[in-house]
């Protein structure tokens, strides 16, 4: 697959995608689903230049640090980080790139994902200012808190009806603005959901995407996901969520042992190593 890529025989997408099987990821476990990069940190401009550089995201740097002003504290919280039992490792985020609640969010308007999100919010959606309503606010939201470390699932890449409303639900209206939240709001280059898939697609196969690609999967499936290489490069996860990181089987206390999946389950998991 590797040699294919290279070779340009398969696009940028079907390689992510392939990658993401190789390292156990599958649409079948909202626990361990697919991920894929934010690409672009232009969502403000009226046209999408694709020739321009500044257009995209680093994806050298995990989504937690792409803002530089983000990653003192991230490194500050990793040193001063103690565990009193010694049983936790220092870590940069508490939270996850991938996890079943955020593919939730980001498919709230698809069904099963709606049922589901409503379960997990017993029994009704919840409150408007936490749903997925805009792609330039989650992008924002993203650059000024560095907790915030949710990257994309492969939907935004080939599926546009993930950002319309089309089954009429009410996820209720935001609190500041009272404005009521229905499609996906999208960048002002995109005109349509349609247009938004078609240019985003587009920026995930151009030539900067091409010859930078490599340097994310690094960090999510390869030789900076864990190690002296990950603590360098900004991009250590909670404990459980590493591969083999807890010994499920060698718990004797059930009750132990349920949290710890249902921690492992809901709090994001780290693709395999490949």
Known sequence: VLQKWVNREISNFDYLIQLNTM??????????????????????????????????????????????????????????????????????????????AGVMHYLIRVEPFTTLHIQLQSGRFDCADRQFHSIPATWQALMDNPNDVKELIPEFFYFPEFLENQNGFNL???QMSKEVVNNVVLPK???????????????????????????????????????????????????????????LDALTDEKERKALEGMINNFGQTPCQL
């Not at 340097?215 to 404990?239: C, H, M, S, T």
Request: hydrophobic share 35%; proline share 5%; aromatic share 16%.
């Open 172 to 174: 209720g209206q935001l």
């Open 23 to 100: 390292a156990g990821r599958t649409y079948n476990d909202l626990a361990q689903y697919p991920v894929f990069p934010w690409i672009l940190r232009d969502y403000t401009s009226e046209e999408l230049d694709l020739n321009n550089p500044a257009v995209f995201r680093d994806l050298s740097k995990p989504i937690g640090v792409v803002n530089e002003k983000n990653a003192k504290t991230v490194r500050e919280k990793y040193e001063n980080f103690e565990d009193p039992l010694g049983m936790i490792d220092k870590f940069h985020y508490g939270t996850h790139y991938s996890n079943a």
């Open 189 to 247: 280059w995109a005109h349509s959901p349609e247009d938004f898939i078609y240019k985003h697609r587009k920026a995930l196969e151009s030539e900067y995407v091409s010859a930078h690609l490599h340097e994310w999967i690094d960090l999510i499936f390869g030789y900076k996901q864990r190690g002296p290489a990950a603590v360098e490069a900004l991009n250590v996860f909670y404990y459980c969520t590493y591969e083999g990181a807890v010994d």
